[in-house]
């Protein structure tokens, strides 16, 4: 689990000083400001924290098709603020197969054990009578006892309610809801079943109504598990059409058409809600099929396998193209207008003479015109100009990579320059080879951890350098662009490579 790659996780699993941090970006919300003062037509003034009650009371859509993309929206916003705050930080979620109040085999930092998320350290008052929330809350200000004005007499969103209440009464959902969810055909039985489990959730963790819920930290926690499992359902395996946004909503043939309009308040209709109304018109117009609704932020649970390229090249030339190979298969990604070639993927047997056709485990691109293909211990010489691999080969890695593993290697990728280098990854550990030198360089292999800020730590599946300066780096279903000037990972990886790297499946 490394802080900082991007992926919402169990509240419960991740290390407490994590959920520290969490807390304390919660707590940092509440400082800062929208532009304006309380005292405007439409009020301005109003902490980051305290917008997300405005927003959710003004627009929340709750019992129709846009329950689910709606709320993501605003899961996925609030995670962005607080990134601005620790740009570390994920919005994790709560399983609420587990109860808050007893978590078994939780993450105590270097043990485990059981854990309440509700005590003055983390989430408040949990108890099972009405309360206040108390402390790390009330100190910070998300409600003021004497507050004059309050939010509820004077339904100014610039001011402070009164009281956060909350009480926890009742049982978790059963694993087999979310099995049942995770099983529904098409997204309106998928819809139907989590929002029942949802509805049912926010009576367990009682927070007051929907127009109160989201003056409660916790509300995050829980709707980051409700957008979890959409994802969830969204990337089985067998259905692609859940990541398409022509196909993904439509139930008994159909796609509700409300799904096409624009995604309130952030669009500016109505125009209440600032700072997307007027003086700032800060409009973000796009409708509940944008890609950014679609397609789903990265969660722990997200399944096994995916799109996972075993091995990728880039070709040079004009156009230039990127080859992914995965199983018996390629595709051709064309480089200039960012999307595979119609008609991929193909089969590599009758494609790459001479090439072996199934489970390429590396490929990378060589100054001399040649392209190198491993497979176990052994390699192939492609040479370019001729698309044919060279007479004499498959050769043993053995003998003719001075330095090199002998057999299973994951991935490569050619540093160029002055003096080029290329690099070889295997599990944890990655070797630098000297192309001129045709060897690697002494005191190889070293640890990936520690040499590649943000980069994975292990099981790299496939790499490729880019003609942007940037090399991409991609394991199971994610991908990760790494700044080779800058030596470190760009921010806001890894992601998804569905709808991101238009035709790769």
Request: glycine share 8%; net charge neutral; hydrophobic share 35%.
């Amino acid at each position: 689990m490394a802080l900082g790659d991007g992926i919402r996780r169990n509240i419960a699993q991740v290390q407490p000083s994590e959920r520290a941090l969490l807390r304390d970006a919660f707590k940092e919300l509440n400082k800062k400001k929208f532009p304006g003062t309380r005292k405007d037509d439409i009020p301005g003034g109003v902490t980051w924290w305290f917008k997300q009650d405005e927003i959710h009371q003004a627009t929340h859509v709750h019992g129709g098709p846009e329950f689910l993309p709606w709320h993501r929206e605003i899961v996925n916003r609030l995670e962005a603020m607080l990134r601005e705050i620790n740009p570390k930080l994920s919005l994790h979620y709560w399983d609420w197969t587990q109860d808050p109040r007893n978590i078994p085999n939780a993450n105590l930092g270097g043990t485990a054990g059981a854990l309440n998320l509700f005590n003055s350290d983390f989430m408040g008052y949990g108890g099972s009578s009405p309360k206040a929330i108390g402390e790390p809350w009330l100190s910070a200000n998300f409600y003021v006892p004497n507050a004059n004005p309050d939010r509820d007499s004077s339904g100014n969103p610039a001011d402070p309610p009164k009281t956060v209440t909350r009480f926890v009464l009742g049982s978790p959902v059963s694993a087999s809801r979310d099995t049942a969810i995770l099983n529904a055909a098409d997204y309106a039985a998928m819809r139907t079943l989590l929002e029942d489990a949802h509805n049912e959730m926010h009576r367990f963790v009682n927070m007051g109504s929907n127009h109160f819920s989201f003056r409660d930290p916790f509300v995050f926690l829980l709707h980051s598990n409700v957008d979890r499992l959409f994802a969830k359902w969204q990337t089985a395996l067998s259905h692609s059409e859940r990541l398409d946004p022509k196909r993904v909503y439509i139930s008994s043939g159909v796609a509700p058409s409300v799904l096409d309009n624009s995604i309130a308040p952030w669009s500016g209709i109505p125009a209440t809600t600032r700072p997307w109304a007027p003086p700032e018109n800060e409009q973000v117009v796009k409708t509940y099929k944008h890609a950014s609704v679609i397609v789903p932020p990265l969660y722990d649970t997200d399944p096994a396998g995916g799109f996972v390229t075993q091995a990728a090249v880039l070709w040079g030339g004009f156009p230039p193209n990127a080859y992914f190979f995965r199983g018996k298969h390629y595709y051709r990604y064309d480089v200039l207008s960012d999307k595979v070639d119609p008609g991929y993927p193909k089969l590599i047997s009758g494609n790459w003479p001479g090439l072996w056709t199934d489970k390429i485990d590396a490929a990378v691109v060589w100054n001399n015109g040649k392209a190198y293909f491993f497979r176990g211990n052994q390699y192939v010489r492609y040479d370019m100009g001729d698309d044919k691999v060279d007479p004499g080969y498959p050769k043993p890695i053995a003998g003719n990579w001075p330095g090199l593993w002998t057999d299973k290697i994951d991935a490569a990728v050619m540093w160029k320059g002055f003096s080029p280098k290329a690099y070889f990854f295997r599990g944890d550990q990655y070797m630098r080879y000297d192309v001129l030198s045709d060897k690697v360089d002494p005191g190889y292999p070293k640890p990936i951890s520690g040499n590649w800020p943000g980069l994975w730590e292990d099981r790299i599946d496939a790499a490729v350098m880019w003609n942007n300066g940037k090399a991409y780096f991609f394991r199971g279903s994610r991908y990760i662009r790494y700044d080779v000037s800058n030596d470190k990972a760009d921010s806001g990886y890894p992601k998804r490579i569905v709808g991101n790297w238009p035709g790769l499946r």
